[in-house]
């Protein structure tokens, strides 16, 4: 029978800004998230992260919960304004203090710590000096990279750069629904963008040339990945295209309807990655963007290409497609009433085969699935349990066909479940539940759903439990 192999890495995954709490103690300063969800209107429940699930002090839990669950790793980020209250420079000591214990906390569990160096929440001190519109904030983060490294890498090998440039750069500053809410131009957003990509180069090197032992790196990305309709040759191709193409603007989209954010060549893959493993932006972008093209120098190319060891992919959801003669490929229209999530995400396991697929057939790096889970409306029974039928069934299908890409021999080495626990979902505020723990954010209880229990199983048998 087919199986995961032995030594992939079973782990779920949280980000700071998400759990932490504890926003302005032991000198942490406020990131641009702070200030976005003092904006009126930003967040969907007027809440923000102030609390969450105040896992600054209950951090050690947390760490007990993911003991329970015999989680092999946990995937988190730290808060960049916490160790470096003015964003770069002075070194912040609680904060280091905290992820210290942090760290401990989980080897002593047998628990491997990844690190996400950035998860969305810039210092406001550097939003305020531009951002990642500034261009030394290459610099800023490489030298933030160098502290944790520094400081972490004695007892940590695998950390992660960027979390979703997609995300940050493309609805942050260009859709404007994340902090900082800015609309920039297509053209000024993916100068940004490639200030971020310059960003990321310099960590991988900060990171290694500070690292007390050998560590591992890798950035993490997102985008919505196409899957061929039929598997056949021509679909195969079309599917390829259809993900990594870039779109120069909202007309040129070929039916691409499902995430209801504007396309633009700020959501896609390709000119994220394409820098980073192969050292250019894809020439098909360059030309339909035309002089919307960000300024760069060969020598910031090789920056951004430092080599990296995996890559990390965000997957939720993604669409079918055909192939078609005119256009290359069209998204098929899914069946009415498909299976959705609480977001409204459509329900597309293919997505955990073809994506690893492709990405390892265009960049030649060993993968691990960074994210992937769901949102549903759980709540908590009279009896203390909570039910999330639907959510099992999400992850068996979905890691079904992740197994379909081990089984392959493609070089997948872990999968992260989001999310550990409920938590903090940006502009939707605590309206969307995506963990497999349970949290009343009133009382700070926890409490395992019945997809915890699901996942315990599935992680002591290896994903045996699937089938
Ligand atoms: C991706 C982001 O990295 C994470 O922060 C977010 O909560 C999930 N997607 C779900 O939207």
Redesign the pocket.
């Known amino acids: 029978m087919s199986r995961f192999k032995d030594d992939f890495i079973w782990g779920a995954a949280t980000?700071a800004y998400?759990i932490e709490g504890a926003t302005n103690v032991d000198g942490r300063t406020d990131s641009i998230w702070d200030t976005f969800c003092r904006g009126k209107g930003n967040i969907r429940d007027y809440s923000s992260g102030e609390v969450a699930c105040n896992h600054y002090e209950n951090w050690q839990h947390d760490i007990g919960l993911m003991e329970q669950l015999g989680l092999q790793a946990y995937r988190f980020s730290i808060s960049w304004s916490r160790i470096m209250p003015n964003g770069c420079g002075e070194v912040n000591q609680a904060g280091i203090d905290f992820y210290d214990r942090l760290i401990d906390g989980l080897l002593e569990k047998k628990i491997k710590p990844y690190i996400t160096l950035f998860?969305?929440d810039l210092p406001q001190s550097l939003e305020d000096r531009g951002g990642w519109q500034n261009a030394d904030i290459a610099r800023w983060f490489g030298e933030y990279a160098g502290v944790l490294s520094e400081r972490f890498s004695d007892r940590v090998e695998n950390w992660f750069t960027l979390?979703?440039p997609q995300?940050f750069i493309g609805l942050g500053y260009h859709v404007g629904s994340k902090a900082p809410g800015l609309q920039l131009d297509v053209k000024e957003s993916l100068q940004a963008l490639h200030h971020s990509l310059l960003a990321h180069g310099h960590s991988v090197r900060a990171l290694r040339s500070n690292a007390k032992n050998p560590i591992k790196v890798g950035p993490v990305q997102?985008g919505t990945v196409a899957y061929p309709f039929e598997n056949n040759p021509a679909y195969k191709e079309a599917a390829y295209r259809a993900t990594f193409n870039v779109h120069g603007s909202n007309e040129d989209n070929h039916g691409y309807y499902q995430w209801k954010v504007p396309v633009n060549p700020l959501w896609n893959f390709a000119w994220y990655a394409d820098p980073i493993f192969l050292g250019h932006y894809p020439e098909q972008g360059l030309e339909v963007l035309g002089n919307k093209a960000p300024k760069f120098t060969d020598q910031e190319m090789e920056i951004i290409s430092e080599p990296v060891d995996y890559c990390g992919l965000?997957l939720?959801s993604g669409f079918p497609v055909v192939a078609d003669a005119e256009c290359g490929w069209y998204a098929k229209e899914r069946p009415l009433g498909n299976p959705l999530t609480a977001?409204k995400w459509s329900m597309t396991p293919e997505i955990m085969y073809w994506a690893p697929k492709f990405f390892y057939e265009r960049y030649k790096k060993p993968i691990y699935i960074t994210?992937n889970g769901m949102?549903a409306h759980d709540w908590l029974s009279d009896s203390d349990k909570v039910s999330d039928p639907q959510r099992i069934e999400f992850l068996k299908s979905y890691l079904k066909y992740y197994r379909r890409a081990s089984d392959e021999n493609l070089p997948i080495k872990g999968y992260f479940l989001?999310?550990l626990m409920d938590?903090f979902?940006?502009e939707q505020g605590y309206e969307?539940r995506?963990g497999i723990i349970y949290v009343d954010f009133e009382s700070q209880k926890r409490c395992f759903k019945d997809s915890a229990y699901w996942y315990q199983s599935c992680i002591k048998t290896k994903g045996k439990n699937l089938f």
Do not use: A
Request: include cysteine; aromatic fraction near 30%; glycine fraction near 0%.
């Open positions: 980000s998400q998860h969305w979390n979703e995300c997102t965000n939720y977001f994210e949102s989001w999310s938590n979902e940006w969307e995506f």
